[in-house]
């Protein structure tokens, strides 16, 4: 199934910069998650959002800020990174508790 | 928290062969997931499996629930150019809060044709 899409699919910013990743799910689905995914590491779990309640912030720094307002749609607003943030960062959808799809993700560099 | 190890880390391949990758992990799981993520885009799904013991196949690829609940494999047979890409194990205990996904780092693929 490919009824997850990411945009943008690269950015680049600045450590003074604001900007915002967003993910949109066409598959019914009622959770969403956002993943982090460095090299050599395996994915990390960052936030996850049932029926637009956020469940899960696995310890996340205060400088991704996610936002959920409905069941389809997922942004992560990004402010005062730090170069090490530098990542693909992935969003998946699934019903609750079931399989996760995931979109093609963002890689995001912090200059 | 639970971990995965998956292995191998990195295979090199001629055209043709047959490929076997693993994941063991240190507790149970429910379910276990084998996703492909190939250069630039996000991972996804191959095979899933709900049942230990339980043997799925999808297209060349099989994969295996271990009987343990702590182990699962997957398999490629007849190994094409375009099976390039890193291959990840996922598990999923399931139930109440245990919805969350543990994944292997991955087994980087390349098939020399």
């Known amino acids: 199934e490919t009824g997850v899409t990411q945009t943008p699919r690269h950015l680049v910013m600045g450590m003074t910069n604001k900007k915002s990743l967003k993910c949109e799910q066409h598959l019914g689905h009622n959770a969403m998650y956002w993943y982090k995914q460095s090299a050599k590491k395996p994915l990390e779990l960052m936030f996850v959002?049932?029926?637009?309640?956020?469940?899960e912030n696995n310890s996340v720094p205060s400088r991704f800020s996610p936002e959920c307002p409905n069941s389809s749609h997922l942004f992560l607003h990004l402010h005062t990174l730090q170069p090490e943030d530098s990542a693909l960062y992935l969003c998946?959808?699934?019903?609750?508790?079931?399989?996760?799809?995931f979109g093609p993700g963002t890689r995001l560099t912090v200059l | 928290g639970q971990q995965l190890n998956q292995s191998p880390q990195s295979m090199f391949i001629q055209e043709g062969e047959d490929v076997s990758m693993n994941c063991t992990s240190s507790s149970i799981f429910n379910t276990w997931l084998w996703y492909k993520q190939e250069p630039g885009e996000g991972p996804v799904l191959l095979i899933a499996?709900?049942?230990?013991?339980e043997l799925t196949s999808n297209g060349r690829l099989t994969a295996q629930f271990g009987i343990t609940r702590k182990d699962s494999f997957l398999n490629i047979s007849a190994s094409i150019p375009s099976d390039v890409g890193i291959y990840f194990c996922?598990?999923?205990?399931?139930?109440?809060?245990?919805?969350?996904?543990?994944f292997g780092k991955g087994t980087l693929l390349t098939v020399n044709p």
């Open positions: 959002y049932n029926f637009k309640e956020q469940t």
């Open positions: 499996l709900y049942k230990a013991g």
């Open positions: 998946a959808s699934s019903r609750i508790e079931d399989t996760q799809y």
């Open positions: 996922a598990g999923q205990l399931g139930g109440g809060s245990n919805y969350k996904l543990t």
